[in-house]
């Protein structure tokens, strides 16, 4: 009789902490499952940023269905060791890193160039590299850290890479943005933060200017077999976040960590929505939308704004001499 007490105080911790995770895993969504397309044998994909977080949530979901999957990296000691990783998980072997940092258009040039000469096919490229809040530090061109990369950088790798977009129809484009886009405007005098710089305001300009790419984009491509949509993929613990927790005391930390861990995802449940976005039959003829959750959903009035999305693209091609490419 001693021990039923302790037993009962064992028991309802035990019960407290499982339900704690259940509602956890329910929060935070469930895997994407859909039989008809668990394989991609012959398809070929790019991930940006895919040695960590959510990319290499999407390649080890792309490996798993026997893609060649191509991981387009800044670092490739970091890239090689997830890639280890994946292959020896899902026993795929067709898994590549590749430089391609997207704070030089030199370096996405190199890597487009590269990818030409391998592959003669693309049918899934994923624009998933990003910073989040860094402190005011630029480009090898002078463009503003999180601008730069999370769309300039795109802009330039997905414009380099239509042809074969196009000669691989149906394929897809997915760009990865995030719900910080609400709270985004796009600067019109002052788009690459010369005169006034706000890391937050900064990081939400450039999500808001992924779904606004993706808007033109979508416009452009009608007719093509190609279709582009933005993702969010929920609030994820990846190394995005970096800047954030170094701004944060100790104590900071723990309370923000104690009142957003139900709604904090894994990377892996991160890349559910992606992948959704990149597998769905469903989608085969939606583009320009966003999707958040595993379904489309609406957007703000800026980022339905057609004339700005217009004007955003003819800055982007000049910033990034498109034209001349």
């Known amino acids: 009789m001693g021990w039923t007490k302790p037993f009962y105080y064992y028991s309802g911790a035990i019960a ?14 469930t895997p994407y499952i859909n039989n008809e397309v668990e394989k991609l044998t012959g398809k070929v994909a790019i991930v940006t940023g895919s040695n960590t977080g ?44 590749r430089k391609c940092d997207l704070a030089s258009q030199e370096s996405i040039k190199n890597f487009v160039k590269q ?18 809040r860094c402190p005011k530090s630029y480009t090898k061109e002078g463009i503003e850290m999180q601008f730069g990369v999370n769309h300039i ?12 977009l196009k ?6 484009i997915i ?11 796009i600067k019109l005098k002052d788009l690459n933060s010369t005169e006034n710089y706000n890391a937050i305001e900064a990081y939400s300009q450039s999500k808001l200017a992924n779904i606004l790419f993706t808007r ?13 949509n933005a993702v969010h993929p929920g609030i994820v613990n990846t190394e995005i976040s970096r800047y954030v927790s170094a701004e944060q005391n100790f104590f900071s930390k723990t309370i923000v960590k104690s009142l957003t861990w139900f709604f ?30 595993n379904k489309v959903s609406d957007v703000s009035d800026d980022a339905k704004n057609d004339e700005i999305a217009k004007w955003l693209w003819a800055v982007s091609e000049k910033w990034t001499k498109l034209n001349y490419v």
């Open 175 to 185: 760009n990865i943005s995030s719900v910080a886009y609400k709270r985004g405007k």
């Open 167 to 172: 000669d691989s129809a149906p394929s897809r």
């Open 16 to 29: 407290t902490v499982g339900g704690a995770y259940l509602m956890k895993d329910y929060l935070t969504g």
């Open 115 to 132: 990818f030409k000469q391998e592959h003669s096919q693309l049918h899934i490229l994923i624009n998933n590299a990003g910073v989040m």
């Open 54 to 97: 959510i990319g290499k949530g999407t390649v080890y979901e792309l490996a798993k269905r026997d893609a060649k999957v191509i991981m387009a990296c800044r670092d490739m000691e970091k890239c090689e060791e997830a890639r280890t990783e994946i292959v020896m998980t899902t026993q795929n072997k067709y898994v590549y890193c």
């Open 216 to 228: 033109e984009l979508a416009n452009r491509l009608k007719g093509t077999g190609v279709t582009v």
């Open 264 to 293: 904090i995802k894994s990377p892996a449940k991160g890349s559910q929505t992606v992948i959704f976005a990149a597998l769905d039959p469903s989608l085969s003829d939606v583009t320009g939308a966003y999707l958040s959750n």
């Open 153 to 164: 950088g795109h802009f330039l790798l997905t414009n380099l890479l239509l042809d074969v």
